[in-house]
Nanobody
Framework: QVQLVESGGGLVQAGGSLRLSCVVS????????MGWFRHAPGKEREFVQA???????GYGDSVKGRFTISRDNAKNTMYLQMNNLKAEDTAVYYC??????????????????WGQGTQVTVSS
């Protein structure tokens, strides 16, 4: 069974930075595409960024140039560096894992495993 645990969320002022982490249990982390999604009140869950097992990444338009995804396969950990945060970035952030083609990494249905989420709140 694969389990995902996020950490690093919190309260930050607009313009600030946070780094989220997602630790994955199991021996097959390096074979999964890993993704970050977020869910704000009253909105649909939104794709943020994803990174394949080979390091190819994709991102949502709303975070272009501000967020950076990375992974450390030796530590079974994925990261999301978030810079220049805005009030509209406020949401619960979820990490997810799955096996898929690069064309589908932005789709929720492509992911098999999900974490419990970590709250990010940006004050304006």
């Amino acid at each position: 069974q694969v389990q995902l645990v996020e950490s690093g969320g919190g309260l930050v002022q607009a313009g600030g930075s946070l780094r989220l982490s997602c630790v994955v249990s199991g021996r097959t982390f390096s074979t999964y595409t890993m993704g970050w999604f977020r869910h704000a009140p009253g909105k649909e869950r939104e794709f943020v960024q994803a990174i394949s097992y080979s390091g190819n990444s994709g991102y949502g338009d709303s975070v272009k140039g501000r967020f950076t995804i990375s992974r450390d396969n030796a530590k079974n950990t994925m990261y999301l560096q978030m810079n220049n945060l805005k009030a509209e970035d406020t949401a619960v952030y979820y990490c997810a894992a799955g096996r898929m083609s690069g064309a589908t990494m932005s789709q929720l249905s492509s992911y098999e495993y999900w974490g419990q989420g970590t709250q990010v709140t940006v004050s304006s």
